[in-house]
């Protein structure tokens, strides 16, 4: 692998940003695509089905055998409220693969003793926000029920540009959620983004149903390839 | 999967940088139940010194002995391991899997 390939591929994976190197496994020429320049290549239909798998493999195009090595970042949920759901949801989460944290004020709630072992911000949503670096790899949940907490964590959300948002909720409640966060300069497409009632409808009744049936939302949103998403949903 | 193994790369770069040579294997095929899927790595520097793993511990001696040549010669090479093969099982994916790995030199 060439140094200048290396760097660039670790400056990529530092950033967060899912690359794809091609190894052209006679030769040993090498390329690294850029997801934002996958639109572009000639490979265009593997590599974006292999990131959406984020899986490596291997492929063959105009009689070259390729190796596409996918780099995708780890993906990270963020869990707005420390409660009875959330307990059930990060352990879940963590065997997923996902670095999960746990934000929640109230102290009574995010404590160590009902979340052993998971990063717990006991922080109102602006300050426990913008250290967390939340992005395109990060599937969003807010699950407090409290307007003052799950609203402004909404907002930072959006902004941020994630996968995955969901918010706890029947269909009233969204309603009304949707009205608040309008009048504080949510745009429609931001609204329409929240999966709610959040959790794909399993018929779930306790908190690790619920649990099942967000992170079964969040893999769906994850893995499939956008037509079949919107069938699921 | 999802992926962990920034650390393996961040030391190739390094190694690199602070002057030894260095080379990179990578799972690049796998049958049956191979221990790592492809895409892992293994990082090894020419005085032996390797992080990662390219099989969960069964054929990393060998797969270092041959990157061994590849910093010699900056030529990549594609090695097969594998219980169909008498020498790959002497060095034993006792999981019964097969796996190609790609060795090359980085710079």
């Known amino acids: 692998m060439k140094l200048a390939i290396l760097h660039e591929l670790n400056a990529e994976r530092a950033a967060r940003r899912p690359v794809i190197l091609v190894t052209e496994t006679e030769t040993g020429e090498q390329r690294l695509v850029k997801a934002a320049d996958f639109a572009k290549d000639p490979l265009r239909a593997e590599l974006e089905k292999q990131l959406r798998m984020g899986k490596s493999a291997n492929v063959e195009a105009g009689g070259k055998k390729l190796f596409l090595n996918v780099y995708a970042p780890t993906a990270k949920l963020v869990i707005i409220g420390a409660v009875h759901i959330s307990q059930a949801l990060a352990p879940l989460a963590r065997s997923l693969g996902y670095d999960v944290t746990v934000v929640d004020p109230r102290t009574a709630f995010a404590s160590p003793e009902r979340f052993p072992d998971i990063p717990l911000v006991a922080e109102w949503p602006d300050t426990a926000l913008p250290p967390l670096n939340v992005d395109a790899y990060t599937a969003f949940v807010a699950v407090t029920h409290d307007p003052k907490i799950d609203d402004p964590a909404l907002l930072h959300a959006f902004e941020r540009n994630c996968f995955y948002i969901g918010a706890l909720g029947s269909r009233k409640t969204h309603a009304k959620r949707g009205d608040r966060l309008r009048a504080q300069g949510a745009k429609e497409s931001d609204i329409a983004r929240i999966h709610a009632p959040i959790g794909l409808a399993i018929g779930a009744v306790s908190p690790s149903e619920i649990a099942v049936s967000i992170m079964a939302e969040i893999t769906a949103v994850l893995r499939l390839p956008p037509k079949e998403k919107e069938e699921a949903a | ?107």
Do not use: Q, Y
Request: hydrophobic share 40%; with cysteine; net charge negative.
């Open chain 2, 1 to 107: 999967m999802l992926d962990r193994d920034e650390d393996i790369l961040k030391a190739a770069e390094d190694w690199h940088k602070a002057g030894r040579g260095v080379a990179l294997a990578t799972v690049v095929e796998t049958w049956g139940s191979a221990p790592r899927p492809a895409g892992s790595s293994l990082v090894i520097n020419d005085e032996g010194t390797f992080l990662g793993s390219v099989s969960g511990g069964c054929v990393e001696g060998a797969v270092v002995t041959e990157a061994m040549d590849v910093i010699e010669s900056g030529k990549p090479k594609m090695l097969e391991f594998g219980v169909a093969d008498e020498t790959a099982w002497n060095v034993g994916l006792s999981c019964g899997g097969t796996i190609r790995v790609f060795v090359e030199k980085v710079g």
